[in-house]
């Protein structure tokens, strides 16, 4: 009985601890001017982008919902318009679950070379990264649109059914959001360990087998990650925490300490 209560209890402590790592993540990157600077370049040209898609959004947000709840067009007229207003939730729901996930994948591309030398300078000041591999800078970047194409395909393929699964009157409203959350925090997780695990000539297939090993830890750091993305311009001030956050989570997930060895600025 005591075995069975200590697996969640521990489940919650990795849990707790990979939310932590966003937080060391930005103790990291606010000692150092250097690093916020670098991160935050790429993060403001993709929040510009992706904040002119939003307002178009919300513009026609209306015209969406009717769009999406066409069945209910000989509704009742109370009824038709509850579900107009369920309809515009899901659509803005749905949109904005989308572009968080998307605008990580674009902005790594964006940033590439800005993020890997954040993560690089994280990783030194942790003792480095003796397996490291020579990529170059072409290699890694095609990489990088492969893997980000991908994530960004899986987004799209699980946003579908959650949306519908959003017009349910209540558990749309309620369940399906925590849900949300889960699946963009562990999508999140592995888009933004993309860095360091490229430094070890590991692709997307490869972080997803190590971070299965330590799910609470992964979703933990993921779900933060989702939470904080969603405060306006949160994704754009944070995205070089998440970098330092997400090497620290590679690092624990890969048996790598996270003990700092090399005090010397950053």
Known sequence: ????????????????????????????????????????????????????????????????AALVTWFADDWAEWVRGLMRVLGGLTVLGSGVLLSVLTFTAVTLLIGDPFYEKIS??????????????????GESLRRSLVDSLKLIGISILVGIPLFLLGLIPVIGQTA????????????????LT????????????????????????????????????????????LMPAAIAGATLLARKALGRPIEITNTAPL
């Open 1 to 64: 009985m005591s075995g069975d209560l200590s697996r969640p209890v521990s489940a919650f402590r990795e849990f707790v601890s990979g939310a932590g790592l966003l937080g060391r993540g930005l103790g990291l990157v606010l000692s150092s001017p250097r690093l916020l600077l670098i991160g935050l370049v790429p993060a403001l040209i993709s929040g510009i982008l992706y904040t002119i898609a939003l307002v178009m959004l919300i513009r026609y947000l209306p015209d969406l």
């Open 120 to 137: 690089e300078l994280v990783e030194d000041r942790f003792g480095g990264v003796p397996e490291a591999v020579d990529i170059s800078f």
């Open 176 to 191: 399906i959001p925590v849900l949300a959350a889960a699946v963009g925090g562990w999508l999140l997780a592995l888009e």
């Open 194 to 237: 993309g860095v360091p695990f490229q430094r070890r000539g590991r692709r997307l297939r490869h972080r997803r087998v190590v971070l299965a090993t330590r799910k609470p830890l992964t979703l933990g750091f993921g779900v933060a990650v989702f939470l904080t993305f969603l405060i306006p311009l949160g994704a754009v001030f």
